[in-house]
Structures are given as structure tokens and as C-alpha cells.
T-cell receptor, first 112, second 114 residues
Framework: QQQVKQSPQSLIVQKGGISIINCAYE??????FPWYQQFPGKGPALLIA?????SEKKEGRFTISFNKSAKQFSLHIMDSQPGDSATYFC???????????FGEGTQLTVNP | NAGVTQTPKFRILKIGQSMTLQCTQD?????MYWYRQDPGMGLKLIYY???????DKGEVPNGYNVSRSTTEDFPLRLELAAPSQTSVYFC?????????????FGPGTRLTVT
């Protein structure tokens, strides 16, 4: 059972545009929602994360929007750049857990 | 500080062979993880460990074994390799008490079973 569903699977955006990636979860015990960024040939790295006590978190051009009632959260990349081209994974973790459940990943391509 | 290191980077195995994927971290993290990554499937947890001597199964443990004799090392053993184990394997570590609860990933091992 896939507990975190991510869409779209791939996304192509023009330089300067907004990239939006969405995730939905089922487990109401999840209380930590990170996004990981992975460049080709590398391991994933933490990009930004949110806890459900806030509805939005912004770090530079990257923003997480969180809707607790809908059990959805999304990553917005403003002013997308070719250097943002990577695979992005959303994830979720339970309060008492030490394990992350990852979404399927979104391959983002930003055209110059 | 090398972070999380994995060896080898690439490996080709024949069906039925065995091998050990090595993972070492130098950050004194107590939690360590093994994932496999298949196209369009995200990262699936194979095994994890919350400290030396303690291991537990993740989502897809069949065909794999692990051990954690030290804080630094967390090797993954493949017995009787099968084509379904063709994948990219990532080791990760984290610190239980970290505020950001961040997992640090190694560079991965690309394994092909033919």
C-alpha cells in the first residue's frame, strides 16, 4: 500500500516559471513532511521540510504548502532555473517513528 | 568528514551469486538505513537500524540481510542474487535527536543481476 502518492511523475518547466509538485498521504499519524532533491548519479539530499502546525514554509525560492484537512502538501519552486533540474521526492514520518515513507518521485526538467 | 560512503559504486552479478554492499558513516549517527531505488517507484526501505546490534525489516526485506556490529558500519548482504534485485541501492544515516530529522544519503551502488 502506497502511503504517500506523488504527482506528476515528470514535469517540464521553462526557466523563470513556477514548478509545482503535489503529494497526498493517508496515515494521519504522519507529522513530519520533508522534500528531498536528487541530482543524477547522487544520493538524495534534504531540501526543505514542514511540520503540520504551520500551513506554509518558505526557504528562498522553495515553498512547501500544507493542507492538513485534505492530507496534501506541495512543493513550489519559484523562478525555476536549469540548475533545479533534478528528481524531487516528498516523504512523511510518524511522530514516534524513525522511518521515512517516500513518494514515487518527480523528475523536473527546467529548460533554458 | 566524509559523511556516508558506499562501496562498490557499480557491480554486475550473475544469478545466484552473493555479495555484500558496504556502508560506513563518520557522523556518529545512531540510525542507519538501506533503500533501493527503481525507476518511477521512489525509495523503498529494505532494512534499518536504530543502533549497534539492533536491526529491523523495512518494506522490501526479502532476499537481503543486514548486521550492525558497530555504530559506523551497516553492510547489506544479498544472497542468491535474482534479476529482481537489479536496482540502485542507497545507504543513509540520521541522528535520533536532530531537530531537522535529516537523513544523509551515500552516493549509491548500481547493481545489475544478469
Amino acid at each position: 500500500q502506497q502511503q504517500v502518492k506523488q504527482s506528476p511523475q515528470s514535469l517540464i518547466v521553462q526557466k523563470g516559471g513556477i514548478s509545482i509538485i503535489n503529494c497526498a498521504y493517508e496515515n494521519t499519524a504522519f507529522d513530519y513532511f520533508p522534500w528531498y532533491q536528487q541530482f543524477p548519479g547522487k544520493g538524495p539530499a534534504l531540501l526543505i521540510a514542514i511540520r503540520p502546525d504551520v500551513s506554509e514554509k518558505k526557504e528562498g525560492r522553495f515553498t512547501i504548502s500544507f493542507n492538513k484537512s485534505a492530507k496534501q502538501f506541495s512543493l513550489h519552486i519559484m523562478d525555476s532555473q536549469p540548475g533545479d533540474s533534478a528528481t524531487y521526492f516528498c516523504a512523511a514520518e510518524e511522530t514516534s517513528g524513525s522511518r521515512l515513507t517516500f513518494g514515487e518521485g518527480t523528475q523536473l526538467t527546467v529548460n533554458p | 568528514n566524509a559523511g556516508v560512503t558506499q562501496t562498490p559504486k557499480f557491480r554486475i552479478l550473475k544469478i545466484g551469486q552473493s555479495m555484500t554492499l558496504q556502508c560506513t558513516q563518520d557522523m556518529n549517527h545512531n540510525y542507519m538505513y538501506w533503500y533501493r531505488q527503481d525507476p518511477g517507484m521512489g525509495l523503498k526501505l529494505i532494512y534499518y537500524s536504530v543502533g549497534a546490534g539492533i536491526t529491523d525489516k523495512g518494506e522490501v526485506p526479502n532476499g537481503y540481510n543486514v548486521s550492525r556490529s558497530t555504530t559506523e558500519d551497516f553492510p547489506l548482504r544479498l544472497e542468491l542474487a535474482a534479476p529482481s534485485q537489479t536496482s540502485v541501492y542507497f545507504c543513509a544515516s540520521s541522528w535520533e535527536l536532530a531537530v531537522r530529522n535529516e537523513q544523509y544519503f551515500g552516493p549509491g551502488t548500481r547493481l545489475t543481476v544478469t
